[in-house]
């Protein structure tokens, strides 16, 4: 299986600061059809998963413009601009290029 | 609008079988997949299997021995049903859709205890 190493394990930020997670595949998540199935979610507290962004950098509907992802074959990170409070929770790269599909040990993004 | 609802038994008795229910609306499962993922307590996320749009299924190998996935898409429903169940197995079990894990049911919290 892919194994997904995210750092760091958490996070403490204050309001307005920015922040990266990164997240490491144990392979190159590049499909036979060249496309990176790399994915980014967060978990906030009590709630189930929301997807932030899918296929590295592609922002999902209603998802604010502070958040972005890049990366490349086995190295990615998602990077929060000017955290917000509704921000807190853990966030997970997910792959779904090799199955089983997998996902990263989760960042806990907390208030400093 | 798009949701995924589960439901089933909070208590399962161990060396017995999980039967949980996706209900979907707002998509059809003839159009999109739908994966089944769980949590255990205060753990991250693990993918069990898919229910695919064309009726296939896939399973991680991890719990294939003990996983099976159903459909029926006159309900817009989506069956899971693992057999053998211990502790470690207690959880928040998901059903999501698979466009890139777009859309979440609440979850369903299983606790297998005696």
């Known amino acids: 299986d892919v194994v997904m190493t995210q750092t760091p394990p958490s996070l403490s930020v204050a309001i307005g600061q920015s922040v990266s997670i990164s997240c490491k595949s144990s392979?190159?998540?590049?499909?036979?059809?060249?496309?990176?199935?790399l994915h980014w979610l967060l978990q906030s507290p009590g709630r189930s998963p929301k997807r932030l962004i899918y296929?590295?950098?592609n922002l999902g509907s209603g998802v604010p413009d502070r958040f972005s992802g890049t990366g490349s074959q086995k190295d990615f990170t998602l990077k929060i601009s000017r955290v917000e409070a509704e921000d807190l929770g853990v966030y997970y790269c997910?792959?779904?290029?090799?199955?089983?599909?997998?996902f990263g040990g989760g960042t806990k993004l907390e208030l400093k | 609008q798009v949701q995924l609802t589960e439901s089933g038994p909070g208590l399962v008795h161990p060396s017995e079988t999980l039967s949980l229910t996706c209900t979907v609306s707002?998509?059809?499962?003839?159009?999109?997949?739908v994966y089944w993922v769980r949590q255990p307590s205060g753990k991250g996320l693990e993918w069990m299997g898919r229910?695919?749009?064309?009726?296939?299924?896939s399973y991680n190998s991890a719990l294939k021995s003990r996983l099976s996935i159903s459909r029926d898409t006159s309900k817009n429903q989506v069956f899971l049903k693992m057999n053998s169940l211990q502790t470690d197995d207690t959880g928040t079990y998901y059903c999501?859709?698979?466009?890139?894990?777009?859309?979440w049911g609440q979850g369903v919290m299983v606790t297998v205890s005696s």
């Open positions: 999501t859709r698979a466009n890139y894990f777009d859309y």
């Open positions: 707002g998509f059809s499962l003839t159009g999109y997949s």
């Open positions: 229910m695919r749009y064309n009726g296939d299924t």
């Open positions: 392979q190159s998540l590049v499909y036979s059809d060249g496309k990176t199935y």
């Open positions: 296929q590295v950098s």
């Open positions: 997910a792959q779904t290029t090799h199955f089983p599909w997998t």
